[in-house]
């Protein structure tokens, strides 16, 4: 399968070349490949280059070292940039700062008229994305009067009308209530269920469990790769990079260390409970 | 200073087509050194409540009283509760605005009229406080990372030396260590110097583990007081709240279904439960 | 909370003149704006405040409304007024009394300025109560885009105010979150002279603009990142509809015209 994303020794790092500091390398000679239809999760520290990473992801970083491939395309080329910006779509992390129309309705157009989608065909695909984000009915309302959840939901709305083929949630839930986290979380599962490519930046261990495989970033270089349950069982590793454990891995740990034999590769809450249920009734 | 709100009502806009009602009758008594969690959905009227506290709004019906200061609706002049209650709003790093760090943690103090010795002292306390190393004093805050931001912000709240403190989820946007080192050092201050603390939350998790007590606030109105304990044991009903099930409470609801006899059900935090399976473990093993 | 002076301003309605095209309405107010000033006398005055009276109709917004838009442009109306009394010679005494002397030209001028001025307020004001800002802007970008050849950046100039339009609430509930942030850390806005007062806004003022250049900068990222590339190539989801009715009121303008053309002196 033809990956959908491709990093070969990418770097980066902000400043100019020429104001005489020695640059701050942000990520060094990153190598990274997500296939299409992958569910992939990124945690790392601040400052890990998490965001620069998503970032040069649909072009709007140029990397200074190494070659980025996005479905095939060049972000590097000017002409190859709106196919690029169509088919990988971004969700930011500040619900406010990225809605751009005066209502729900002109905010959902407002990267298809980028991309000179006729107007009939905007309307359908309205209709479609605010059905799909739960937001129908909500045409003529402000962006200003919605709750976090559903600007976020909006800004959602307004990438899957451009018909992406990956969509990158960069913090896009760390500003929301519990409520909305909910929400934005169930839509994110509904479009990878649909075949969208997910890439997730986050820092909560319970969002990160929902993905296929997460990438943990580090002083400019991925740590660990690999599926959850794999991943959560590397503690100490995950403490140094200042990251938390879901609650059922901690839980796990924690009891094994008492001496307690629970089963070592149990990662979800179903499997521990279950184990939990033996090992106590037994007593 | 004791808190009494009685029969608080508060309508934004009044007599407009935008009229809207934010909170209607709210009762509900802080007692001096206290440490109250305030929790709701958004829009439950949480952030009206604590502006009342803090002499922000004025009702439009009921009263508040703050110590000996009593606010009601024709109250003019809120000025007696300043630098008495001290307020840290959402995201107070967006407040910064002093060329460094010392001085914007000094532009509360220096409103209350202090001497510049007495402002000195104060901030210093403050930055140690919250935790920031006393080189940073002369730095702009707009350089520091986010983390720091907020804890000059929150220094800046300190440094007045306020008898309660409002907090309007001051986590919000840290990463794990960081919510956790914050709402510790307010803990122990409030431990310490027997602070009033006023903490509204999301985080089920967080209003658990600092606060003594519980007010759950639903559509305006309070529906629920008590320890934490007594709040999490309502099970389903949280959920009609509006509000977040801790996932320790949850994992041992879920224990509970097929143990006899069931763990305690106000367990809490992670360390409790953690304790209390090991407790059930190494007293069912056979020796 | 600070009241919303955007929210203020529009009243959703279902009118002919709400129905009416923006840029029908825009070019209305514009020429009728001009057109006033042919009016020197009884019978013209009387033929535009006809056509004035015709549109309050026709709103269907209350006229205590409109009123209430009025009252701050009152005091202008009464002062013009005055100084024309006062001002004003020729034609006669009408009326004097100590230093005042009223002559008969004066209290004509008087009269008739105050109504040219209240029928251009009221005009304006009709203009900004039945048409939504978004539909303003709409119509504004048609009716300039003629003029992108001579370099007028119609579409860049419509972007930039419905983004304004779009983040006007946002930065007024800001506003108000950063003022009571600072009240509760002791400051003052109310006491001292006008240089303290100002002065004591500088805590508002620096958060507002820093965040605003926050705000700005993520803004143009997550356009760029939803292909944003310039007006070129673009299609839209508004669209305007020119009716009959907007050819109509046209008409309407145009017989205006010609009707103070003959009325006049």
Known sequence: MEPILQLDGVGYHYGSPGDGNDPEWILTGLNLCVNPGEYLAVMGPNGSGKSTLAKLMNGLLTPITGKIRVAGLDPGNDRDLPLIRRKVGMVFQNPDNQIVGTTVKDDVAFGMENMGVPRKQMLIRIREVLERTGLAGLEEASPHHLSGGQKQRLAIAGVIAMQPEVIIFDEATSMLDPTGRREVLEVMGELYQGGTTIIHITHSPQEAIRAERVLVLAEGQPQLDGPPAELFRHREQLADWSLEMPLAAELKERLRCHGMPIREDITGMEELVEDLWTLLSKA | ?287 | ?265
């Not at chain 2, 709240?241 to 801790?246: A, F, K, N, R």
């Not at chain 3, 309405?25 to 057109?35: D, G, H, N, R």
């Not at chain 3, 100084?83 to 004509?108: C, D, K, M, S």
Request: glycine share 10%.
């Open chain 3, 1 to 265: 909370m600070i009241q919303n002076p955007i929210l203020g301003q529009y009243v959703p309605g279902d009118s002919p003149l709400h129905r009416l095209d923006p840029r029908a309405k825009l070019l209305f107010v514009f020429c009728f704006m001009v057109v006033v000033f042919l009016a020197n006398n009884g019978a013209s005055y009387g033929l535009l405040a006809g056509v004035t009276v015709l549109a309050v109709g026709l709103s269907g917004v209350p006229v205590w409304m409109i009123l209430r838009g009025l009252k701050p442009i009152l005091y202008l109306i009464l002062l013009t007024a005055i100084l024309h009394l006062w001002l004003t010679r020729g034609g006669g005494v009408i009326l004097e009394w100590g230093p005042f002397i009223i002559h008969r030209n004066g209290a004509l001028q008087a009269g008739w300025i105050s109504l040219r001025f209240l029928i251009l307020i009221l005009m304006g004001t009709l203009l900004t109560l039945t048409t939504s800002p978004i539909a303003l802007t709409d119509g504004l970008e048609r009716l300039l885009s003629p003029l992108t050849r001579i370099g007028v950046p119609a579409h860049e100039l419509a972007l930039m105010m419905s983004i304004a339009l779009r983040f006007i609430p946002t930065l007024w509930e800001e506003t108000d979150k950063i003022i009571k942030a600072q009240r509760a850390r002791g400051a003052d806005f109310e006491s001292g002279g006008l240089y303290k007062r100002a002065k004591s806004y500088l805590p508002v003022l620096i958060p507002l603009f820093i965040s605003s250049f926050r705000r700005a900068e993520d803004l143009a990222l997550a356009m760029e990142a939803r292909g944003y590339r310039g007006g070129r190539g673009r299609t839209r989801i508004r669209e305007l509809h020119w009716g009959r009715a907007d050819t109509v009121s046209l008409l309407i303008l145009a017989l205006l015209t010609v009707g103070l053309l003959w009325l006049r002196n």
């Open chain 2, 1 to 287: 200073m004791d808190i009494v709100i009685q029969g608080l009502t508060h309508i934004y806009m009044a007599g407009t087509p935008y009229e809207r009602t934010a909170l209607s009758g709210v009762n509900l008594k802080i007692p001096s050194g206290g440490y109250i969690a305030v929790v709701g959905a958004t829009g439950s009227g949480k952030s009206t409540l604590i502006q009342h506290i803090a002499g922000l709004l004025t009702p439009t019906g009921g009263q508040v009283r703050v110590g000996e200061v009593e606010i009601s609706p024709d109250s003019r002049d809120l000025s007696a509760l300043r630098g008495r209650v001290g307020v840290v709003f959402q995201y107070p790093e967006h407040q910064l605005f002093e060329e460094t760090v010392a001085k914007d943690i000094a532009y509360g103090p220096r409103n209350l009229g202090l001497s510049d010795k007495e402002v000195a002292r104060r901030v210093e306390q403050a930055m140690n406080w919250v935790g920031l190393p006393p080189e940073l004093s002369g730095r702009s805050p707009f350089q520091l990372s986010g983390g720091q931001m907020r804890r000059v912000a929150v220094a800046g709240v300190l440094a007045m030396q306020p008898e309660v403190l409002v907090l309007d989820e001051p986590t919000a946007g840290l990463d794990p260590a960081g919510r956790r080192e914050l709402l510790s050092r307010i803990h122990s201050l409030h431990r310490e110097r027997g602070m009033t603390v006023v903490l509204v939350s999301h985080n089920m998790e967080e209003a658990a583990r600092y606060a003594d007590q519980i007010f759950v606030m639903h559509q305006g109105t309070g529906v629920f007081e008590g320890t934490p304990a007594a709040v999490f044991s309502r099970g389903n009903q949280l959920e009609e709240w509006g509000l977040e099930v801790p996932e320790v409470a949850g994992l041992t609801n879920r224990l509970n279904e097929k143990l006899d006899p069931p763990l305690p059900a106000e367990l809490l935090t992670l360390e409790e439960l953690e304790r209390e399976i090991i407790l059930r473990w190494k007293r069912g093993r056979p020796r």
